[in-house]
């Protein structure tokens, strides 16, 4: 069987099954087997690895994950593509594929009953009008794995990897980067897929580390105060932290929790790095 990274062949492939991309799934299938291989190369896929893909569409970035994974397990929500996905992918022994919504089903006991105790490393080509979701269900849900692989809109790889300062710098970077270290791996232009998003995409590679919080703060507490703090960015801080009424801050107790730090009561969210939020959240449990 011929290699699904070539366009002409995959179009056959979908064409044969009478397969239409569906837009409310952002189906863009990537095309080119040299960012594939990019990918797979970014997860340090081997062996000993039991890989999850989330989306795999017709089977361009699974054929090339079975090539040198263990076992993969790929999880598809669109069921007109399981018949194509188990004959482009049938020749392999290693793979189990999965109809279902990613949004809907327990990972941790999923990768308990498949992964057989393996590294498990998460890979996919993200549909963009929901790639915020699955990484924070992912994330915040404490799955067990080593890292995640992901395409995804440029923009929103940016925004993960900003650092405080910058214009991309917000909410989702801090969560993101309280969890994993994120690492752009490369930048991928529209032209790469079929059929072609309307954006450029990127590559980007979170791989799982541990923060630690103080006893008093929660991560509930902790993003409850990131997310005050990006709401009206353009303002003072403390202006965020009185407005979100899940804190109970009056103005008062948010310039003290501030100043109490040794900041300028006026410095704003987007100055702060996550440690510094942290040492805020702790502040504020203490002031509350």
């Keep these: 069987m011929g290699k699904l990274s070539n366009p002409k062949f995959a179009k056959e492939i979908m064409n044969e099954a009478g397969f239409r991309t569906q837009k409310k799934y952002g189906q863009n299938f990537l095309m080119d087997e040299g960012v594939l291989i990019d990918i797979v190369e970014a997860a340090d896929i081997t062996e000993d690895d039991f890989v999850i893909e989330i989306g795999p569409g017709i089977g361009t970035l699974s054929e ?12 598809e929500i669109d069921d007109k593509l399981i018949p194509i996905l188990n004959k482009t992918l049938g020749g392999f022994d290693n793979v189990k594929i999965v109809n279902t919504d990613i949004m809907k089903i327990d990972l941790d006991k999923l990768i308990e009953e498949e992964s057989e105790g393996r590294k498990v490393k998460i890979v996919a080509n993200l549909p963009y009008y929901i790639t915020t979701p699955i990484l924070m269900k992912i994330l915040r849900g404490h799955v067990s794995y080593e890292s995640i692989t992901v395409m995804v809109q440029k923009e929103v790889a940016e925004r993960m990897e900003a650092k405080p300062g910058s214009k991309d710098y917000g909410a989702l970077s801090l969560a993101v980067q309280f969890y994993t270290e994120p690492e752009i791996i490369e930048k991928v232009p529209a032209g790469k897929f079929f059929p072609p998003p309307k954006v450029d995409s990127a590559v980007i590679t979170l791989r799982k ?4 919080l103080p006893d008093s703060v929660s991560e509930e507490l902790l993003f409850s105060i990131i997310r005050s703090s990006f709401e009206q960015r353009r303002k003072a801080l403390y202006n965020g932290l009185v407005n979100h009424k899940e804190l109970g801050l009056n103005k008062e107790k948010a310039k003290k929790a501030i100043t109490e730090l040794g900041w300028p009561e006026t410095i704003r969210g987007e100055k702060l790095t996550l440690k510094d939020f942290i040492k805020l959240s702790e502040q504020i449990a203490i002031t509350k």
């Design 64 to 75: 090339v994950i079975l090539e040198r994974a263990y076992k993969a397990l790929l999880i």
């Design 209 to 212: 580390k541990e923060t630690e």
